[in-house]
């Protein structure tokens, strides 16, 4: 098993509402990542968690909040979202210790819409 | 801090044709990825490349590394159709670090037929 699963695959929430993206891989992958991407640009890295602990934190709002239960899942947590949060979120794992031709592999992505 | 640039960001070109991608970081790195995006889609992983002069091919695209310079080709031979996407660059540090990931603004290609 290669992929990485993302559900759900398009969310639409409005400001006050609280929704949660969920990303599970079974790779045997300890490093987990989201990205956020918004229309023709880069993916901008969120979060990474290793060992099933948050490691990076690239200064994401307080209204994005993640977690990983263990070693498989990664999940993240909307409240309060703004419209300009809108964009499509990228899940994505790799081992740790990045050697020999190791890569990070992505899941399909969530398309969220915030109203 | 790490940055990342690729040059051109926007490509139309016939089919048939070859042309290059340029890749240039700026600070030591020892892994750099190259990744397509087509739109809507998620990221399909092309090449990792890990030493200075490596070289890899996969059909039409031959990608290379230049850690000396900085510097990482994505070359596309006798354009087709099917490769317009978009062309991401991305370099991290690797190693025994769980270490961020940094993407270039990608290259969109556009070949014509």
């Known amino acids: 098993d290669t992929e990485v699963t993302q559900t759900p695959k398009h969310l639409v929430m409005g400001m006050t509402n609280k929704k949660s993206l969920k990303c599970e891989q079974h790779m045997g992958h300890r490093a987990m990542y989201w990205y956020k991407q918004k229309a023709k640009k880069p993916p901008e890295l969120m979060f990474v968690?290793?060992?099933?602990?948050?490691?990076i934190n690239e200064s994401v709002p307080s209204r994005f909040s993640p977690e990983c239960p263990n070693s498989s899942l990664l999940n993240l947590h909307l409240h309060a979202l703004q419209p300009e949060d809108s964009a499509l979120y990228l899940c994505?794992?790799?081992?740790?210790?990045?050697?020999?031709?190791?890569?990070?592999?992505f899941g399909s992505g969530t398309q969220l819409s915030v109203l | 801090e790490l940055k990342v640039e690729q040059n051109p960001l926007f490509l139309s070109m016939q089919e048939g044709k070859n042309y290059t991608i340029y890749c240039n970081y700026s600070?030591?790195?020892?892994?750099l990825y190259w990744y397509r995006q087509d739109p809507g889609k998620s990221l399909e992983s092309l090449f990792v490349l890990l030493s200075n002069g490596a070289v890899k091919q996969e059909g039409r695209l031959m990608a290379s590394l230049d850690t000396k310079a900085r510097l990482s080709t994505l070359h596309i031979t006798a354009a087709v159709h099917d490769l317009s996407a978009t062309y991401f660059c991305a370099v991290d540090r690797g190693g025994n670090r769980d270490d961020k990931i940094i993407f270039g603004k990608g290259t969109r290609l556009h070949i014509l037929p």
């Open positions: 968690y290793s060992y099933e602990k948050l490691s």
């Open positions: 600070t030591t790195s020892d892994r």
């Open positions: 994505a794992s790799s081992h740790v210790l990045r050697t020999t031709n190791e890569k990070l592999f």
